[in-house]
């Protein structure tokens, strides 16, 4: 900032990689996934990783982006795309019904992150921790 003023962070600002794309470009499939794994990973992705993408950006990105990263067809992820988007629908519609009120409980930083998870993806870690071997499933 001192040697290049803020004109110049901006211009980097506008040049840099958006957070949705970073996350996308972090996800890596490998040259032997099959199907099903690149099918489980996407669905993963577009629930959890994609969360608080704002919705109408969220459909164009995963039908657009998302689906061309883990090589998947239109056909093969529609009924995910809708059964993830109401879903979010659903969660939003109970935020704006039920907003929380009163004082906020206190959460350890852990507990809060897990529960941006939706709940079927959290038991499914835990089983996997506690049944599964947990660097096997990745």
Known sequence: MKDHGSEAFKGLMDSSVRVWHYKLDKQVISQGATSLDRFRAFKIFISIDLARMPFDEWEVFVKNEVTKKF??????????????ATERCNENKNEVNNPKVGAPEEKTEAEDRLSNYPENIRDSA??????GDAFEFM
């Open 126 to 131: 835990y089983k996997i921790l506690k049944e």
């Open 71 to 84: 090589h998947m067809k239109a056909v093969d992820i529609k009924t995910s795309i809708v059964e993830i």
